[in-house]
């Protein structure tokens, strides 16, 4: 069986490794040439664990192979999934350009029967669209099956996901192309569920707007917690014990980010608008995900006054732990608004700074390491939840900050530890705990 994977972005890279691991013959392409170039090298353009080893073992065995020619990666596949990227319109709408600009290319370079299988997130209806473009360009005498097999796969733990997922979902409306897809998964022995392509294109968006409604809604009763002086680490045990609930997705925090969640949302509420049916609920999830963004600021000003001319250290950048990914990060609205605010910034992320150095503007400091961010700062707030800060001592903050007074958008620290230091600590969902040294300070 051959493989070929079009987009050497996240999805397409670990689908296309994982799948050669398999034991497949997989020729992953991409337009971009110094990415194909790098990965033929065996070096991975993404940070994601275990995933360069893996790359570099495949390259090795010849079972993986990297390429901007069309001709050679679709001529003799037998399967080609499409995981180029769905980019958001200004609008919320999803950008299918490269979606049809690939089927266009499928349909020029095959020569023989193939099934095009769409891993990338794309709106209901559009395996229908990518089948007629294929359709009306490829050759007459070839038949082309198109299966919807979205993707679940999580940043950070995406190797752990591809092959202990919870499930796999294929939706066809061709019983055979379907059963084939469904065998290049038999090996890994998850849960396999066949459904048709409208379902399993569904199945997708109904999954990330759902686990953003959990964010959102444990967000919000964080706030009512600390509004009434409830704990949300209690609450949200207490309620995810129930099964029906589930203790998954329950940590309160400064909203949800990434490549995923915030677009998919805004794709459910237009594709929900598009036939009539307004999402409400959607659209709160998505307005109080952008509030809670701002919140530590909102905290940080409440603690010092104005932050004209104040040292803030920002911890974390990506918008969560083992990734470099900042899209849409919660640390990239509070830099925003901390510089409008007239703070002075010094950042610190074990491997993000490259990536937030290229969006954000000056006025920023990334430091090397976190006592640098923290040295002489006059509040620090904790935006990512990577273990290297979780496990970071309190001593340290006492030590090297000027005033040591932490706004912790990720709950990394137990009250019971932070009690025993001389630090002001403002987490989320939880009671805040303000030190005497601190209360001069505190307007
Ligand atoms: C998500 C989906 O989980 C995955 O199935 C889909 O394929 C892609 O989108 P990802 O964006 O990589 O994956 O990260 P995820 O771990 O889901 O976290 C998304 C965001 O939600 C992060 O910003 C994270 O900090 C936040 N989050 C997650 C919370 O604030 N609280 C939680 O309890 C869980």
């Known amino acids: 069986m051959r493989i070929a994977v079009a987009g050497s972005g996240y999805v397409g890279l670990v689908t296309g490794v994982c799948l050669a691991e398999l034991g497949y013959q997989v020729i992953c392409i991409d337009v971009n040439a110094d990415k194909i170039k790098m990965l033929q090298s065996g070096r991975s353009p993404i940070y994601e664990p275990g995933l360069e080893p893996l790359l570099q073992r495949n390259v090795i065995s010849e079972r993986l192979h990297f390429t901007t020619n069309p001709e050679y990666a679709y001529t003799n596949a037998d399967i080609i999934f499409i995981a180029v990227g769905t980019p958001e319109l200004k609008d919320g709408a999803t950008n299918l350009k490269y979606v049809e600009a690939v089927s266009k290319t499928i349909a020029e370079f095959i020569k023989d029967d193939v099934i095009v299988c769409t891993k990338s997130t794309v709106p209901v209806g559009t395996n229908d669209k990518i089948k007629e473009i294929i359709n009306n360009l490829k050759p007459q005498e070839l038949h082309v099956e198109v299966v919807s097999n979205p993707e679940f796969l999580r940043e950070g733990s995406a190797l752990i996901d591809f092959f202990h997922g919870d499930r796999i979902v294929i939706g066809s409306n061709n019983h055979q192309a ?35 409604t959990k964010i959102s809604f444990i967000n919000e009763i964080a706030t009512l917690c600390e509004r009434v002086g409830a704990n949300i680490e209690e609450v949200a045990n207490g309620i995810g014990k129930d099964h029906r609930i589930g203790p998954y997705f329950l940590q309160a925090g400064i909203g949800y980010g990434g490549s995923c969640f915030p677009k998919d949302t805004k794709a459910l509420v237009q594709l929900a608008g598009n036939v009539q049916h307004p999402f409400e609920l959607l659209k709160a999830v998505i307005e109080v995900n952008k509030l809670q963004q701002s919140i530590p600021v909102v905290k940080a000003k409440q ?24 899209r849409e990060a919660a640390s990239l609205v509070i830099i925003q608004e901390l510089l409008a605010e007239g703070a002075e910034i010094a950042a610190y992320d074990p491997v993000a700074v490259p990536n937030a150095a290229r969006v954000l503007e000056k006025g920023v400091t990334f430091t090397k390491n976190i006592k640098s961010a923290l040295y002489g700062a006059d509040i620090a707030i904790i935006a990512t939840e990577w273990e290297e800060i979780k ?53």
């Open 178 to 212: 379907a059963t084939l897809i469904e065998q290049i998964y038999l090996p890994l022995n998850i849960p396999i569920m066949k459904t048709d392509i409208k379902s399993a294109e569904m199945i997708k968006y109904a999954s990330n707007a759902f686990l953003a």
């Open 303 to 326: 603690l010092l006054g104005s932050l004209k001319g104040k040292s803030v250290a920002v911890l974390g950048l990506a918008f969560k732990p083992n990734t470099d990914d900042i």
């Open 391 to 443: 496990s970071l001592p309190l001593d340290v903050y006492s030590t090297y900050m000027n005033t040591p007074i932490i706004v912790d958008g990720r709950n990394c620290y137990s009250l019971e530890d932070v009690r025993d230091h001389p630090i002001t600590y403002v987490s989320v969902g939880r009671p805040a705990i303000i030190k005497e040294q601190s209360k001069i300070l505190i307007h």
